[in-house]
T-cell receptor
Framework: DADVTQTPRNRITKTGKRIMLECSQT?????MYWYRQDPGLGLRLIYY???????NKGEISDGYSVSRQAQAKFSLSLESAIPNQTALYFC?????????????????FGEGSRLTVL | QQQVKQSPQSLIVQKGGISIINCAYE??????FPWYQQFPGKGPALLIA?????SEKKEGRFTISFNKSAKQFSLHIMDSQPGDSATYFC????????????FGAGTRLFVKA
């Protein structure tokens, strides 16, 4: 089983619909992230979370919201989807490195959720 | 505003050749510079990473060269193989708390057999 699981893997929806992408992880990491991938633009950070009580905006948070339901679960919502939100979305986790007092820096990604908004 | 600039956008290399991908960054607070490799249908995965206190790191056929004064770093893939065909992202980590990772635009590498 994958350490970082995203659902759904593919979704086609219509403009104005509410969409939720879910992410769960078994790595025991505190930090979780949502990235968006577009051709020629790389990966851009939407939201990130240090722990259940901590939510932070990334580079492109407009039009998105998130919920950290538990340490292992981090969901991304599009309240009213629009066509330019068509993209590949990735959830990622990282370790805080509390034992070493040094974040390791490595991100562990899920396999992605491809969203198409018509 | 792109904080990490990556080039080229795409690259075709003969099997056995050297693949070189370059990146430049702006924020001197970045303290960790990873390269991620992504195959179609998969999420990116860490390939190799370097910290700014060293100028070079080598792992097998993959080498990162880092020039702190020029704020540039590059990935060299020696003896490139068809299995190396993938998209490569450079990245830099920094910001408040030191945990935000900013990615370059990506380079699609194709290694011809």
């Amino acid at each position: 089983d994958a350490d970082v699981t995203q659902t759904p893997r593919n979704r086609i929806t219509k403009t104005g619909k509410r969409i939720m992408l879910e992410c769960s992880q078994t790595k025991g990491h505190d930090r979780m992230y949502w990235y968006r991938q577009d051709p020629g633009l790389g990966l851009r950070l939407i939201y990130y979370s240090f722990d259940v009580k901590d939510i932070n905006k990334g580079e492109i948070s407009d039009g998105y919201s998130v919920s950290r339901q538990a340490q292992a679960k981090f969901s991304l919502s599009l309240e009213s989807a629009i066509p330019n939100q068509t993209a590949l979305y990735f959830c990622a986790t990282s370790d805080t490195g509390l034992r070493t007092r040094q974040p390791t820096g490595e991100l562990f990604f899920g396999e992605g959720s491809r969203l198409t908004v018509l | 505003q792109q904080q990490v600039k990556q080039s080229p956008q795409s690259l075709i290399v003969q099997k056995g050749g050297i693949s070189i991908i370059n990146c430049a960054y702006e924020n001197t607070a970045f303290d960790y510079f990873p390269w991620y490799q992504q195959f179609p249908g998969k999420g990116p995965a860490l390939l190799i990473a370097i910290r700014p206190d060293v100028s070079e790191k080598k792992e097998g056929r993959f080498t990162i060269s880092f020039n702190k004064s020029a704020k540039q770093f590059s990935l060299h893939i020696m003896d490139s193989q068809p299995g190396d065909s993938a998209t490569y992202f450079c990245a830099a980590r920094g910001g408040v708390g030191g945990f935000k990772t900013i990615f370059g635009a990506g380079t699609r590498l194709f290694v011809k057999a």
